[in-house]
Structure formats: structure tokens, C-alpha cells
């Protein structure tokens, strides 16, 4: 495959760190045509919040980007992994809809918790606060990888000084702290090889054993240290 000097440089040489393994058969890296700067502030006034500057800057480079990758398991070739950022048009945002006054059937806003929660020293987000949380990866249904901006503590703010970060939403719908900013959160998916699954390990209960398998088998120093790069 011919690979351009930009694809290295955006993938950070993962397509080469791959061909090294005798087991992996081949690579795909699916990269978009660059967003124009009106398309970033027709999204930001959209949806009322200030984009990062790294996910901007990784916007104006490729429209979302995926990579998968694939080995060679019993003779047949099989997916392993995938590492996805979605395109910005597909950057939206998710929450529960509170129920009509006259309903019985509680929602998630109904139900979640009033108290404080920390995890990895930083407070977990709540629908109920009214954060902003914006789908980067879907994690093929195990999850979901969002960006959240926390509330805001007042009303007069345009949001710019509420910096969001990465976090893990698991089927419980609990969330997960993963990374203070974008492009920390995309090389540690690429330290993990996009291995499905990779993000339970910065949950109490941890990924399945399969996952546990292929790291030990491609990324064995993940499993001892669970740090941002």
C-alpha cells in the first residue's frame, strides 16, 4: 500500500509497527478530505460550544478517520482491531429526553444519582447537569468514547473557558474518565492497537478475556500501565 508522509505522520507509523508482525495479514486506513474552517463554526454555533484546538486541528487535516487492521487466525483472515474517529457531520450529541410532567415512566434524568461521583480525581459528568457529551467512537456497540464538555457554572459563559474531555460511557451508562483532551485520548487508542474493547480497562470490572488475550499477545505493556501517553 502506498502511504503518503501525511498518513504516517497521522497514524503516527502504526501501519509500519504493523507490517513487523509476521501474524497481522494487512492494514486499511480510511482517512477524509479535509473540513473547511466554516464547517468547524457552523458546528460550533450549532451546537453552542467551542471545538478543542487539537480535535479542530485533526478536523482540518482528515473528516473523521479509521483504521483496521487484520491477522491471520487458523489460515483465515479476520478483523483485530479498529481505531475510529468519527466525521465531524456525525459529531453529535447524545442524551436522555425528559419526560412529559404527566408520564409515569421515569428516565435516565429521573433516576440518576444527585451526589458528587469522582473517578480518576475528576467528577464524573451527569445528563442532569446539563454537560454537553458528543459521540468520537461508537466502540462497534461495547460503548461509546464522548467528548464532554462539564456544565457550566453560570449562565453568561459562551463556553470557550470549559475545556472538554474524554470519556467512556459503558452500556450502563456510567461514565469513564479516559484523557483531559483529544489527542491524547487518539495515541493512547493507537498505544492500545484499537484492540475491541481496549477501553474497559479504565473500568472497575476490566475488559473480557479475549480483549485481555490480544493485548497480551500485540500491546503486553497496556495491560500493566493504564496512563495517558
Known sequence: MD??????????????????LPCVKSTVISEKTHVQ????????????????QDLKNFYLATDGLQIKWFWKQRGETVPCGVIEVSRLSHLKS????????????????????????????????KFKDGCKIFVLDHCLGAGKVCLVYPKRKDSSGDGSSHQPSVWFLDRALDFHYLTADFVSYYRLALAHLGIPQWQLLFTPYGPPTKTRLLLNMFAPERLIQKTSL
Open 3 to 20: 502511504r503518503s508522509p501525511f498518513i504516517e505522520n497521522l497514524t503516527l507509523g502504526i501501519a509500519k509497527y504493523f507490517e513487523k
Open 94 to 125: 447524545i442524551g436522555p429526553k425528559r419526560q412529559s410532567v404527566n408520564s409515569e415512566v421515569p428516565s435516565l434524568l429521573d433516576i440518576e444519582s444527585d451526589s458528587e461521583e469522582i473517578c480518576e480525581g475528576h467528577t464524573k459528568p
Open 37 to 52: 474552517e466554516a464547517a468547524l463554526t457552523a458546528w460550533e454555533q450549532k451546537n453552542s460550544c467551542i471545538l478543542p
